[in-house]
């Protein structure tokens, strides 16, 4: 079976930065891409950004020019550098792999940007 894991949640003041990670395992086929939803209290899943096997990317517009999706494709790890984090950007964060076969979600790591 398939597993998406993400890491580096926590609760930081706004102005910072934080790292999350994501990693999905046990794929008979390439993921292709990869990315990061998130969901805060009372409001829809939303995607935040993504990234194709070949490098392309997509941001979600409040997000550009803050937040940085990359990966590593031999690993299929999926990385999102957050900086000059506000109290909007407070959500679960969930990672997704796309496949051939389907997609797959990991279970969603907590950000809390709070002073």
């Known amino acids: 079976q398939v597993q998406v894991v993400e890491s580096g949640g926590g609760l930081l003041q706004p102005g910072g930065s934080l790292r999350l990670s994501c990693a999905a395992s046990?794929?008979?086929?390439?993921?292709?891409?990869m990315g990061w939803y998130r969901q805060a209290p009372g409001k829809q899943r939303e995607l935040v950004a993504r990234?194709?096997?070949?490098?392309?990317?997509n941001y979600e517009d409040s997000v550009k020019g803050r937040f940085t999706i990359s990966r590593e494709n031999a690993k299929n790890t999926v990385y999102l550098q957050k900086n000059s984090l506000k109290p909007e950007d407070t959500a679960v964060y969930y990672c997704?792999?796309?496949?051939?076969?389907?997609?797959?979600w990991g279970e969603g790591t907590q950000v809390t940007v709070s002073s």
């Open positions: 997704y792999a796309d496949s051939v076969l389907g997609g797959y």
């Open positions: 046990g794929s008979r086929f390439s993921i292709n891409a």
């Open positions: 990234i194709t096997r070949s490098g392309t990317t």
